[in-house]
Structure formats: structure tokens, C-alpha cells
């Protein structure tokens, strides 16, 4: 069956980095067009950052451009998203979502809390 797993959260301080990762299977990877949301309580969920499917195009939120970058292994059925300089209001579930014709597939998401 299809599979989503987002790992890297956790709890960083104010200016700090993580690394998410989102493990795909269960579908054709390099098929489809995988992208980062987040979500936070109260409101609708964002889109963070989108890449296509050979990696050759990225999209960025305003509020994140320069700060974050998504890439992908195709090899490794895995997409990442490298966050610096990380602000509290960066604080939210981060989930991983993959398109592909006809159909989309969400992971469970992971948590990212930035406070000092």
C-alpha cells in the first residue's frame, strides 16, 4: 500500500536547522510531483515548498524562500526539506504530499516547534 513517513522533526531554538525527510512507496516515485505542507492550529494548511518530479523545478512560500530548500532521491523514493534559520512562527505540523495523475497521497506529518 501506499506509504508516506515524514521524519526530522522535533523541538529547535530560534535560528536553528532541521532536516525533514518524507519515505515514499507503494507508488511510482519519481512519477509524481512531491511537495511540503504545514499546518497550524487554527489555520488552513500552507503550502511550504514544491518540486517536480526530476527535480528540475522548485516553488517556495514567500515566507520561507531563502530559508528552506526542498530536493529528492529518486533512488531513494525519499524527499527532504533543509530548514535554516528557523523562526517561531515556522512552528506547525509539517506534512509531505505526493501527486501523481488522478490521485494525491498525504503522510501522517511531523511536528516542528521552534522556542528558545
Known amino acids: 500500500q501506499v506509504q508516506l513517513v515524514e521524519s526530522g522533526g522535533g523541538l529547535v531554538q530560534p535560528g536553528g536547522t532541521l532536516r525533514l525527510s518524507c519515505a515514499a512507496s507503494?507508488?511510482?516515485?519519481?512519477?509524481?510531483?512531491m511537495s511540503w505542507y504545514r499546518r497550524t492550529p487554527g489555520k488552513e494548511r500552507e503550502l511550504v515548498a514544491l518540486?517536480?518530479?526530476?527535480?528540475?523545478?522548485?516553488k517556495y512560500a514567500d515566507s520561507v524562500k531563502g530559508r528552506f530548500t526542498i530536493s529528492r532521491d529518486n533512488a531513494k523514493n525519499t524527499v527532504y526539506l533543509q530548514m535554516n534559520s528557523l523562526k517561531p512562527e515556522d512552528t506547525a505540523v509539517y506534512y509531505c504530499?505526493?501527486?501523481?495523475?488522478?490521485?494525491?497521497?498525504w503522510g501522517q506529518g511531523t511536528q516542528v516547534t521552534v522556542s528558545s
Open positions: 518540486i517536480t518530479q526530476a527535480g528540475g523545478s522548485t
Open positions: 504530499k505526493a501527486v501523481l495523475p488522478g490521485m494525491s497521497y
Open positions: 507503494g507508488f511510482t516515485f519519481s512519477s509524481s510531483v
